[in-house]
């Protein structure tokens, strides 16, 4: 009998930090969403992984991380397009192919 109470303890304690930490909260949110579609999805688990992963809060590192990768990206479209420019300039001012094999 002592082991069941230490075990029910256990889950208890389990249970009011599944509370504090708002994960049981989050659950019923995504469950519900899940209740209140009105064509369930093929795939369950996916559903609920797709809407966990939106539920949680954005951390701020990371939309940060977000932003630069965008502004790295703006950046690496225009140095290929000047590099494009570039090589087309110096294709101008270069000795065609037979001009250097008449040399």
């Known amino acids: 009998m002592a082991h069941y109470k230490a075990t029910d303890s256990k889950c208890q304690q389990f249970r009011r930090y599944l509370e504090k930490s708002g994960v ?3 659950l019923t949110k995504v469950l519900v969403a899940l ?12 559903f ?7 539920a949680t809060p954005e ?3 990371i939309e940060l991380l977000r932003l630069e990768l965008a502004e790295m990206k703006e950046k690496y479209e225009a140095i290929v397009e000047e590099n494009k420019k570039l090589k087309t300039k110096l294709a101008q001012y270069e000795p065609s192919q037979e001009e250097k094999r008449a040399e």
Do not use: I, R, S, V
């Not at 209740?35 to 996916?46: F, I, M, Q, S, V």
């Not at 609920?48 to 939106?54: D, F, I, R, V, W």
């Open 48 to 54: 609920l992984k797709h809407h966990l992963g939106t």
């Open 24 to 26: 049981l909260d989050t």
């Open 59 to 61: 951390n701020p590192e």
């Open 35 to 46: 209740y209140e579609e009105p064509e369930k999805p093929n795939n369950a688990l996916d």
